[in-house]
């Protein structure tokens, strides 16, 4: 989660460079090079602890569906919805387990998302499901590249203290000639 936390945009990057695009259909994902494009970027949304959601450019979330992606295939398609149904859609939570510099990103019903290669109908899709060899255990891997971070407050240091001329000693202002100070309530008043 700790690679989240600053984050307010990321690429997700596959462990071949490949980035996980929105496509404009509003449903569909997947891989490209291209990393310039607006659709390769996600929202991070972080929700309940140690979960988040990606909401792309289109204000859809990364959705891990209970579709098949082929019949007859273990892995479940992954698609970019509309506005979740409740608060509690888990369909669109995903954990990032962390492993190094990189995270697997694992459903509420314990798959990961998974990009694929090959031929087609394969090539450049996104499915989830469980890895079963350590070859499809690393390809679940996913490079995360923050594209725009958190705001961080202000914190004053001494040097910005000595920056501030010193008040003129014949200045004649008094306190009730200054305005109140604002009361900050809100995390929203800090940024």
């Not at 450019?57 to 509309?82: D, M, N, R």
Request: with cysteine; aromatic share 8%; hydrophobic share 35%.
């Amino acid at each position: 989660m700790d690679l989240f936390e600053k984050a307010k945009t990321v690429r997700l990057r596959t462990i071949t460079d490949k980035f996980l695009v929105a496509e404009d259909d509003e449903e569909t994902v997947f891989q490209s090079r291209e990393d310039y494009s607006k659709n390769s970027i996600w929202k991070v949304e972080r929700i309940r602890g140690r979960y988040v959601r990606f909401k792309s450019c289109h204000g859809t979330y990364l959705t891990a569906s209970a579709q098949l992606f082929v019949p007859g295939i273990i892995g479940k398609k992954v698609v970019h919805q509309s506005i979740p149904q409740t608060a509690d859609d888990v369909w669109i939570d995903w954990e990032p387990v962390r492993d190094g510099f990189q995270v697997r990103l694992r459903s509420r019903s314990g798959s990961f998302l998974r990009p694929n290669g090959g031929l087609p109908p394969w090539r450049n899709t996104v499915t989830h499901d469980m890895p079963h060899t350590s070859k499809t255990h690393e390809k679940v891997l996913w490079n995360i590249d923050v594209v725009e971070a958190l705001p961080t407050p202000h914190r004053r240091s001494c040097s910005d203290f000595t920056k501030a001329p010193a008040p003129h000693v014949d200045d004649h202002k008094t306190a009730a000639s200054h305005p109140p100070h604002k009361k900050l309530t809100t995390l929203e008043d800090l940024w």
